[in-house]
């Protein structure tokens, strides 16, 4: 039986900057549209679950940043040249 793709599997998939982008579109059009109460709950259930799923890649991108400057640390001399 194949596997259902939900909107939240999907998105994790795609890029960081395509998620972001998405999410600005979500609210440009909730700030500037006239969108049904539905089109709004909708929306607005997306907007959070791409906040999550942003909020999240630049968690790990965070961490794999200090993990990079941790090995580099040991292996890189810092001089000052006052």
């Known amino acids: ?19 972001f982008s998405r999410l600005e579109k979500i609210l440009e059009k909730l700030e500037n549209e006239e969108v049904s109460l539905d089109e709004t709950l909708k929306l607005y259930e997306e907007g959070l679950t791409l906040t999550k799923i942003c909020y999240n890649k630049l968690t790990s991108a965070e ?10 640390k040991g292996d890189i001399e810092i001089k000052d040249y006052k």
Request: proline share 3%.
């Open 63 to 72: 961490q794999r940043i200090k993990e990079i400057n941790k090995t580099l």
């Open 1 to 19: 039986m194949p596997v259902k793709k939900t909107k939240q599997t999907v998105s994790t998939e795609k890029s960081f900057e395509e998620n």
